[in-house]
């Protein structure tokens, strides 16, 4: 497993170096009256994963030399694999849905299979989070950043708060 950490951190920190590189080509700053220019959100969400790699790579150097006996683990125990399948069959369900639903309806069923089925969390932590998170990715991307998300059949339901902020 320790030398899967190594070398899966080593590619991610080279793929973001990557990114960063090639999102340099666009401003990567807040442009007056437009938001964030069109390589931030590339740019620094690639500095973050290099960072998160860099991360995994130290305690992976840390964990051979301390630990000999973590190195002959498997990657994925044996159940998390499907736990692992079905989260990704989540999150690709969900790409797949924005189009059509939007968004916020497809995030919002995401968190609710996530927390209550998948989770198995109380029914009242899953409303609070599937509520509020969908209201918190509106105001931040679309009245904050000014960057629209795709809103599907729903987008007539929007016409009010864009009267409201816009």
Known sequence: MNRADKTIALALMGLSIYF????????????????????????????ILFLSALGVLISALRASKENTENIKKPFFEPETVSAVIKVSCA??????IMATLGTYVALLLFLFWYLRIFGK?????????????????????????????PKGITEPLFFPLYNLFF
């Open 20 to 47: 960063m590189w090639h999102a340099k080509e666009l401003p990567i700053g807040w442009v007056p009256s437009d938001g964030p220019g069109g390589g931030a959100f590339p740019f620094w969400l690639s500095a």
């Open 91 to 96: 999150v690709f369900v969900t790409v797949a």
């Open 121 to 149: 969390h109380s029914l009242k932590l899953t409303a609070i989070i599937t509520l509020v998170t969908p209201v918190f990715v509106f105001f931040f991307f679309e009245v904050t950043l000014k960057i629209l998300l």
